[in-house]
């Protein structure tokens, strides 16, 4: 069963920066490209960033450009997302997925998993 794990959300003030975390099982991690998606309340879900599945190449939406950091660690099975400055319009549910590839966006399995709420608001 293909499970995916997002966590490290929370309540945060506006300027400030959390780390994400995305963990996955019932699939080979390592073959796939990873993208990080968000969906705010009454929204449809958008991309915002994106890693190769080596971990080398990243990727980012105009969401929150220059804002975002993504890395992999291979040893872990781990993708972070770290976003700093963090703005109200932020706010949001963001869920991790594999994807075909980062150019395509498109997930690979019909499974999102619960997602992690980040809330900025002062």
């Known amino acids: 069963e293909v499970q995916l794990q997002a966590s490290g959300g929370g309540l945060v003030q506006p300027g400030g920066s959390l780390r994400l975390s995305c963990a996955g099982s019932?699939?080979?991690?390592?073959?796939?490209?990873i993208a990080w998606f968000r969906q705010a309340p009454g929204k449809d879900r958008k991309w915002v960033s994106c890693i190769s599945h080596s971990g080398e190449d990243p990727y980012y939406s105009d969401l929150a450009k220059g804002r975002l950091t993504i890395s992999k660690d291979t040893n872990e099975n781990t993708v972070y997302l770290q976003i700093y400055s963090l703005q109200p319009d932020d706010t949001a549910v963001y869920y991790c997925a594999p994807v075909v590839s980062c150019w395509s966006q498109i997930p690979v399995f019909d499974s999102w998993g619960q997602g992690t709420q980040v809330t900025v608001s002062s």
């Open positions: 019932g699939f080979a991690f390592d073959d796939y490209a």
